[in-house]
């Protein structure tokens, strides 16, 4: 055979003459001549076998050439053609490889042909690879649905094909193929012909998929024959670098392909390779390219998790790019790191070397807890959980690295702290201390062992140590000194440097030194350096020439020996001249227990820091509850349910502070409360049911303990949702009833929170009070619920659970539950309220107001019940006023007594029916508008439904079906909206009209509220005038007649009294009546904002919690105002804060409302007159522009805060301008509004605060931005520089002609009251008299008001500027007049 096929770097090389002897393809075939030449070529292999390639090579390559254009069919025939091609051949060449009289021309042509068949098949390979990858992407054109699908079924054939395809090359490559070379070196691109097809194939980006198992195993095992028989490390690496570079998805793969081949092939040099070439490269590179990074991440962290041994053995190549800047790569080489602690350095029996390494890589990962990327920071935290519940960390390292973690939790990074938390709770799961992490527990026992140390300490000072005689110590040592002074004469070691003393003395005291450090060849080679510098001198003198060493080893003994005096046995001490020789035996022992009880004291310091820093992040985590991110919430509330397992007592904060979270919109969050208490109180035990009961019933009534009754309804909500899933065991209602009637021992305390569980129980299952009602009330409501109005009142609370069916069927009109009127419940209810209203007891009102809410809830006839018990109590105090008056009074009065002429009553008497007759007006009202409107409409649904279905059928026959429908839908609708709007005007017109006429019973009542609410000098007591408030809140309720006469007294109370409780009582009521009457009491909003700058802490936090109520529902107007609730983000009180954001945080919810009240707050705030501090006027912007996040939003008020610069007044106000434009996130189109609203702030920027806001915010975007953007910013920056240094510039010769002229504000009257001054109570008492009543809705102001001066840009705010008189009702002391007069009206809001 004449000429050569040499493997081309390139397929059309072979269409090229490249020079003599090499082989040329003659004759591209078309596409249409392809399936006669393949069948030519079929038809020569069967004759010819392998060989027939030489001849029909032309064939195949045509059909590569043009594989685009060829049918499916014809390119499955080829493949299978050649399969069968180098099958057969791989099946002769053994036999012909082992033939000795194998000629030359035989062997080139097998050479030749084996290169042919491989490069066809493996070129096949590579264009069937490549149409799947591009069938794979993306289909644009319409009609590519076909073209999907039947690249669908050529990839499944071809996947099927694969696989064994792989397998063939395999086989071949394992085959002694040397031979067809000679025996010389097989040609590097017939090599690379077969592993590059492997490559290729890797390259698809599915082939990680589960599917493609079996090719993934192939090409490993294929490419591991490539590498052990043919020696191709180098180019494996350098091919498996760029790929890991370029294709991050075979990172696994050649993940695990090299862990096969380091374990089963015996190639652990190929990891040493792979790990130098990744960490010889550049730190820039890496930087540059973020996407090759993640490859080599992955296969780093993959690897160390296959093959942990190999990697440690080379991590050293790896350290240098913790120092770089791809966080990528530093989280790869940190999980390594892991890894290898994990699976090689985890245990107590490592070697010293191991044990350096660890604490060098556990060194390492501590070190970037606090790494400058949050991704790392979160990925170190991940690894030491892992680290953690694996035991790998050793005790030494609690306590340097918990604090850290710690400090953690108050990163800004989300991932960061929800991974703090975890490891926090690993550090509880495994801790190496008690199972209680109780500091008082530990304390105790610290302090006992440390003062049993203390005890051993002072007995092993005390007790005589053993005579050792130093003669036996140096005989002891001789050896080793005789040989560390033979190596000082040996003149190949290298001599130590030692320096000689100055004097003797002083060169005595260092080989004594060194002698003691047993240091003895220093000390020998410094005696020998001695007897020279000081020959002659004591103990330096003697022979030294003859045997020198001998010398050396006298001095050092006389040396050693003197440096022990005392201890010498010539002269012993002659108080314990004969020592017990007990004592020397046991000397050994007191020393171990010396050494335990130290063990002993660290192990509880440990323990007892440990406990202080969980302690410590508990209350950071707490706070975290009601974090915007779930993931958070959902960590910290199983934080506290690990804590809770370990008794930490500050655990039930944290149990108790997630309550609430059960109302959460969030389903994840509200579940993991539910598991969370369901884990804490629920969990199986091995204990008995009864123990169980107990364990439960004592949990869930410790929580209660002191707790609001907010949280008392979370947790009714939670126990509800356990019974209605059955989760809770029978026994532990049992156990609850028992507890109730006194069966069981138990405190009041407990009695009562076992009836506050079985009302939340039956709100689940209203069976379970049900079929005990008889109980509840013979026992609860009995003659002694005098000496337990609590238990009394939670009895009430728990019958009204009765009725409420927690599944309602929908579409169904159910009757009400009520009870008749003569059931024994009201008898007894009656009977206790009547007894107990004529004796002073402070729980006798909050079971009275229970009392009559259960009354309206369940009762027919519930208003006559109430009349008779009001008419019972008036009655008693009628019969106790006529008894006073029959007696003298004391001429000095009594304090506890109310009195107008010669009448006197005790003020808890008028207390409780004052009360009781607001809280029978309240519920009234309650039961027209709820009860009574939602009977009237069943009863009236009810009798449509029977009209409708008496006419269904007259309606089919007279009409056709289906016509008509429409219609009679609309009339059906309009018949039942005129039908509501009946009822509702008929139950208005019972409020408006007969609750409060003269023949009703409340009407009797209302002057006796009224006289006291307008005589508090007279009526002083404190619990009288806030009932008497409160009532006339509920009074208010009735009638919007009644209200509008009585608001100005209610708003006058409210700004004047002197009591907190009058004033809270009266914000709520005004709250109520906000929502029952909102057109009355809209004039009076500005007296409700005014009481958030209340100075009692209580009374802001009702005001705030109102008007958030009043805010969020739109029952009040938000204009500038809503500046006092974003006061309250810094006031002193923690509640108060955290009410504050939450209020903003629900109102950034709603569409726009925070972007719409900005200019108006910031202008308020910003207002010389309302008094806040820059640096208070900073944080609450802070607070509030957070929530400013649509670009639109922040387009806009750039617009709006640069035109507010030309109407501002002061200083101040475009400081604090400037400063809120800094808050805001600018993108390219807001660095747009900025320059072209340039002219407005440009005469400001002489002030150099202003000035270098602005600079702050033009810095981002000289920094990184695009070309065009950045020339913006520089343009608007030396326009800016221009307008500040011409500003200096006219400072000096005109401080004033370089501003821009301000308008100074008119001198008005001053006013005491600042707007951020509290509100002080300066008036007194007697003043509160409600003058002559007259009607003030009619009423016009006379106040005249000043035209203003039409401003440039005009805000809410600006068009709306209410008056100091309108938004504060208080009254400087000397204003305040002599004589009662009505409070007006400000008639500022109706100026449109």
């Not at 002659?574 to 017990?580: F, I, M």
């Amino acid at each position: 055979m004449a000429w050569e096929f040499c493997v081309p770097l390139a397929p059309a090389d072979l269409l090229r003459c490249s020079g003599s002897g090499r082989y040329v393809v003659q004759e591209v075939v078309s596409v249409r001549d392809l399936p006669p030449a393949i069948t030519a070529f079929q038809d020569a292999f069967r004759a010819q076998g392998a060989l027939a390639v030489l001849q029909h090579f032309d064939s195949i390559y045509s059909l590569l050439h043009h594989f685009q254009a060829v049918e499916s069919v014809i390119k499955e025939d080829a493949v299978e053609l050649m399969m069968k091609v180098v099958t057969h051949h791989s099946n002769e060449l053994p036999t012909i490889l082992s033939d000795s009289g194998l000629s030359h021309a035989d062997r080139t042509a097998h050479l030749n042909a084996l290169k042919m068949n491989c490069y066809l098949l493996t070129g096949l390979v590579d264009a069937f690879e490549m149409e799947i990858y591009k069938c794979g992407l993306p289909e644009t054109d319409p009609a590519g649905k076909n073209k999907k699908k039947s690249a669908k079924t050529s990839e499944f054939l071809w996947e099927e094909e694969r696989v064994s395809l792989l397998r063939l090359l395999l086989q071949l490559l394992q085959l002694d193929l040397r031979q067809l070379w000679s025996g010389l070196v097989i040609e590097e691109e017939f090599v690379s012909l077969i592993t590059g097809s492997c490559y290729r194939i890797l390259e698809n980006p599915s082939i990680g998929l589960q599917r493609h198992r079996a090719t993934r195993e192939a090409i490993t095992h294929l490419l591991a024959v490539a590498l052990g028989h043919y020696t191709r490390t180098f180019s494996t690496t350098v091919k498996i670098t760029q790929m890991l570079h370029h294709f991050e998805h075979v990172a696994p793969v050649f993940a695990q392909a090299v862990s096969l081949w380091a374990t089963e092939y015996g190639l652990k040099s190929l990891v040493g390779e792979l790990l130098r070439e990744i960490g010889q490269k550049g730190p820039q590179d890496l930087s540059r390219d973020a996407s090759g990074v993640k490859g080599y991440a992955v296969f780093i962290t993959e690897l160390a998790e296959r093959t942990p041994a190999l990697v440690l053995s080379n991590m050293s190549v790896l350290l240098p790019h913790l120092d770089g800047e791809s966080y990528v790569l530093r989280n790869a080489i940190l999980s390594a790191a892991a890894e290898v602690l994990v699976q090689m350095l985890n245990g107590d029996q490592l070697e010293e070397a191991a044990r350096d390494a660890r604490d060098q890589f556990l060194a390492i990962l501590q070190t970037h807890v606090c790494d400058v990327n949050s991704f790392v920071r979160s990925r170190v935290l991940q690894l030491f959980t892992r680290i953690v519940q694996c035991r790998a960390l050793p005790l030494t390292l609690f306590r340097s690295l918990v604090p850290l973690v710690v400090e953690r939790l108050k990163d800004k990074a989300v991932a960061v702290v929800k991974n703090a938390i975890q490891l926090l709770a690993a550090f509880l799961s495994n801790n190496p201390f008690y199972g209680k992490l109780n500091c008082a527990d530990l304390a105790e026992p610290l302090k006992k062992e440390m003062q049993k140390l203390q005890e051993m300490k002072d007995r092993s000072r005390t007790t005589a140590e053993p005579v050792i005689i130093p003669e036996e110590e140096w005989e002891a040592m001789l050896p080793e000194v005789s040989a560390a002074t033979q190596q000082v004469f040996q003149p190949l070691l290298e001599e130590e440097e030692v320096e000689v003393g100055e004097t003797v003395e002083s060169t005595l005291e260092q080989i004594t030194a060194l002698l003691r450090k047993l240091s003895y060849k220093r000390a020998a080679r410094l005696t020998q350096k001695a007897l020279s510098c000081f020959q002659g001198q004591e103990p330096f003198t003697g022979p030294t020439e003859e045997n020198e060493e001998a010398t050396i080893l006298g001095i050092l003994k006389r040396l050693y020996i003197g440096s022990h005096p005392h201890e010498n046995h010539e002269d012993p001490p002659h108080g314990n001249s004969s020592p017990n020789s007990g004592e020397v035996v046991l000397e050994g022992q007191p020393q171990m227990e010396l050494l335990k009880q130290q063990m002993l004291v660290q192990y509880l310091k440990d323990a007892c820091s440990f406990s202080e820093k969980i302690t410590e992040a508990m209350g950071l985590i707490s706070k975290m509850m009601y974090e915007n991110s779930i993931s958070v919430v959902q960590e910290a509330i199983e934080f506290f349910v690990k804590v809770s397992q370990f008794e930490v007592p500050q655990a039930l904060l944290g149990v108790r502070r997630m309550l609430p979270l059960i109302w959460s919109k969030e389903p994840g969050i509200k579940e993991a409360v539910l598991n969370a208490y369901r884990q804490l109180y629920l969990s199986p035990s091995k204990e008995s049911q009864r123990a169980g009961a107990q364990r439960l019933v004592q949990s869930l009534s410790l929580i209660m303990v002191d707790a609001s009754q907010g949280a008392i309804d979370c947790l009714e909500e939670i126990v509800s949702e356990f019974v209605q899933k059955d989760e809770i065991n029978p026994a532990v209602i049992q156990l609850l009833w028992e507890r109730f009637t006194g069966k069981s021992q138990c405190s009041p305390q407990e009695r009562r929170a076992a009836v506050m569980l079985l009302g939340m129980m039956a709100r689940g299952k209203p069976e379970i009070i049900g079929s005990n009602l008889d109980v509840l009330v013979t026992v609860g409501l009995s003659e002694k619920a005098g000496e337990d109005y609590r238990l009394a009142e939670e009895v009430c609370r728990a019958i009204s659970k009765l009725g409420c069916d927690p599944k309602p069927a929908l579409g169904k009109d159910t009757a009400p539950f009520r009870l008749p009127q003569n059931h024994m419940l009201f008898g007894c209810l009656s009977e206790t309220l009547s007894q107990g209203f004529a004796q002073p007891s402070s729980g006798w009102i909050p079971f009275m107001e229970a009392a009559v809410t259960l009354i309206y809830q369940r009762a027919e006839g519930a208003e006559e019940i109430c009349a008779h018990i009001l008419q019972k109590c008036t009655q008693q105090v009628l019969e106790r006023l006529q008894e006073d008056d029959g007696q003298k009074a004391d001429p000095g009065g009594s304090p506890s007594r109310a009195s107008e002429g010669g009448s006197s009553l005790s003020t808890f008497l008028l207390t409780h029916l004052v009360s009781l007759v607001g809280q029978v007006a309240f519920r009234q009202v309650v039961h027209l508008e709820v009860a009574v409107s939602a009977e009237l409409r069943r009863r009236r649904t009810l009798r449509e439904e029977k009209i409708k279905k008496r006419s269904i059928g007259s309606t089919r026959k007279q009409r056709p079906q289906g016509s008509g429908n429409e219609s009679t839908m609309e009339e059906e609708l309009l018949m039942g909206a005129s039908a509501d709007d009946t009822e509702a005007e008929l139950i208005r017109s019972i409020s408006e009209t007969e609750l409060l006429e003269e023949t009703h019973l409340l009407s009797a009542f209302v002057p006796l509220v009224l006289k006291i609410c307008n005589n508090p000098g007279l009526y002083s007591d404190p619990s009288l005038l806030a009932a008497a408030a409160l009532a006339l809140g509920k009074l208010c309720m009735i009638s919007s007649e009644f209200c509008d006469f009585h608001l100005c007294l209610l708003f006058t109370m409210m700004e004047k009294s002197t009591l907190p409780s009058v004033r809270s009582n009266l914000i709520i009521a005004a709250g109520d009546l906000a929502i029952r009457f909102p057109n009355l009491v809209e004039p009076w909003t500005s007296h409700l904002y005014a009481r958030l700058r209340d100075p009692c802490p209580n009374v802001r936090q009702t005001a705030g919690l109102v008007m958030t109520h009043l805010i969020l529902k739109d029952m009040v107007k938000v204009k500038g105002q809503v500046s006092e609730m974003a006061a309250l983000l810094l006031d002193p009180e923690e509640e108060i804060m955290g009410m504050a954001q939450s209020f903003f945080s629900e109102l950034s919810s709603k569409d726009n409302a925070i972007y719409n009240l900005l200019p108006d707050i910031i202008s308020r705030l910003s207002d010389p007159s309302c008094g806040t501090e820059e640096k208070a006027f900073h944080t609450i912007m802070r607070h509030i522009f957070s929530y400013i996040t649509k670009d639109k939003q922040t387009e806009s008020l750039v617009e709006k805060l640069c035109q507010r610069f030309r109407i501002a007044r002061t200083e101040r106000q475009y400081q604090d301008l400037a400063f809120c434009l800094t808050l805001l996130p600018l993108s390219e189109r807001g660095l747009r509004k900025l320059h072209d609203n340039f002219d407005c702030f440009a005469d400001k920027l002489q002030d150099p605060t202003v000035y270098s806001c602005f600079q702050k915010v033009l810095g981002g975007f000289l920094r990184g931005s695009k070309p065009e953007i950045k020339a913006l910013a520089e343009e608007l920056q030396q326009k800016m520089f221009v307008s500040h240094n011409q500003g200096l510039d006219s400072e000096e010769p005109c401080q004033e002609g370089s501003r821009t002229p301000m308008p100074q504000p008119a001198k008005q009257k001053r006013v005491a009251n600042s707007r951020r001054q509290p509100l002080s109570p300066a008036n007194r008492d007697e003043d509160f008299v409600t003058p002559p009543t007259r009607r003030l809705r009619n009423q016009k102001s006379t106040k005249k008001h000043l035209p203003r001066k039409k401003a440039l840009i005009a805000f809410s705010s600006d068009e709306e500027n209410s008056s100091e008189d309108e938004l504060l009702a208080e009254l400087r002391p000397e204003e305040t007049p002599t004589k009662t007069t009505p409070i007006t009206r400000s008639s500022a809001r109706r100026q449109r």
